[in-house]
């Protein structure tokens, strides 16, 4: 079992920049692919982007592609969402979650994640 926790959400104007970060409980021994998820008010989840064990594939949603970066450190068993040129749009609940199989080969789908944190919220506002 893995336990996630998210932190580093909050209130950053437009443009700004966050980092959030994800810690697990445990070596990320099991798992091979991590990603970022978010969730609107009144929207569904939805994928925001996706990292590989060893950190050499990357996959992202189009609407963040430019703007955010994923990364992984064995090291501390934690994973990072870099957000820059953040836009009210980008508001949400952010999640992250942890995969035993690999799939960096386009989005991820929630049915691929075993493990999940329980959220941050960012919110873009002015």
């Known amino acids: 079992q893995v336990q996630l926790v998210e932190s580093g959400g909050g209130l950053v104007q437009p443009g700004g920049s966050l980092r959030l970060s994800c810690a697990a409980s445990?070596?990320?021994?099991?798992?091979?692919?991590m990603g970022w998820f978010r969730q609107a008010p009144g929207k569904e989840r939805e994928f925001v982007a996706a990292?590989?064990?060893?950190?050499?594939?990357?996959y992202y949603a189009d609407s963040v592609k430019g703007r955010f970066t994923i990364s992984w450190d064995n090291a501390k068993n934690a994973v990072y969402l870099q957000m820059n040129s953040l836009k009210p749009g980008d508001t949400a609940v952010y999640y992250c979650?942890?995969?035993?199989?690999?799939?960096?080969?386009?989005?991820?789908?929630?049915?691929?994640?075993?493990?999940w944190g329980k959220g941050t919220l960012v919110t873009v506002s002015s």
């Open positions: 979650a942890a995969a035993s199989g690999y799939y960096l080969d386009g989005p991820l789908e929630e049915i691929y994640m075993d493990y």
């Open positions: 445990r070596s990320f021994f099991t798992v091979n692919t």
């Open positions: 990292i590989s064990w060893s950190g050499g594939s990357t």
